[in-house]
């Protein structure tokens, strides 16, 4: 079975500060996605970055951008000059593939950010 | 809008009572996904769907849960006889290649 770990349940950041996230997988899959996931108060899942394994290119989504680290199965997320609006639970999660097309997301537990004015 | 989409948002019921929820996913996507999350957790898998065919069930998803996709397009899920335990946030995703949730609906069993 896949597990995801991220490690820090708490972090801040200062506005318009750099932050990193950190995950990490356990998996015996070759082809997989890894992904990360913002919920606000909202509690509305929102997709913000997305990994296809196969790809040595970090992925980047204007201020996101992620390390990505196959050997060493880690996926730690960064977010460049944060803002308010960014203060969320962040979820890292996986999906992978099986001989049927067949894909199942797999959640961490999550990180509280707070942005600090 | 054409993201999934769920009803209600917000349910309460007493405890006994047998609840239903619906998810309208994105319409290109054949899966569809049923998750659970309480607070302070991430999202665990209940079930999946491809078109109208239930792929897996979590064992979490006790006899007294069904969930259903009769033609590949909408799912709807049942809880029957609810327990103060099923309170939780229960979230619907469909999928291409990421998966894309709905806004979710709240449970609460008093």
């Known amino acids: 079975a896949q597990t995801v770990t991220q490690s820090q349940p708490e972090m801040s950041v200062q506005e318009a500060e750099t932050v990193t996230l950190s995950c990490t997988y356990d998996t015996s899959e070759s082809n997989y996605y890894l992904f990360w996931y913002k919920q606000p108060p909202s509690r509305q899942m929102i997709l913000v970055i997305r990994q296809e394994a196969y790809k040595q290119q970090n992925a980047t989504e204007n201020r996101f951008s992620v390390n990505f680290q196959k050997a060493a199965k880690s996926f730690s997320l960064k977010i460049s000059d944060s803002q308010l609006g960014d203060t969320a639970m962040y979820f890292c999660a996986f999906m992978k593939f099986n001989s049927g097309g067949y894909q199942k997301v797999t959640f961490g537990i999550g990180t509280k950010l707070q942005v600090i004015p | ?110």
């Open chain 2, 1 to 110: 809008d054409t993201g999934v989409s769920q009803n209600p948002r917000h349910k309460i019921t007493k405890r006994g009572q047998n609840v239903t929820f619906r998810c309208d996913p994105i319409s290109e996507h054949n899966r569809l996904y049923w998750y659970r999350q309480t607070l302070g957790q991430g999202p665990e898998f209940l079930t999946y769907f491809q078109n109208e065919a239930q792929l897996e069930k979590s064992r979490l998803l006790s006899d007294r849960f069904s969930a259903e996709r009769p033609k590949g397009s909408f799912s709807t899920l049942e809880i029957q006889r609810t327990e103060q335990g099923d309170s939780a946030m229960y979230l619907c995703a469909s999928s291409a290649n990421g998966a894309f949730f709905g806004q979710g609906t709240r449970l609460t069993v008093v």
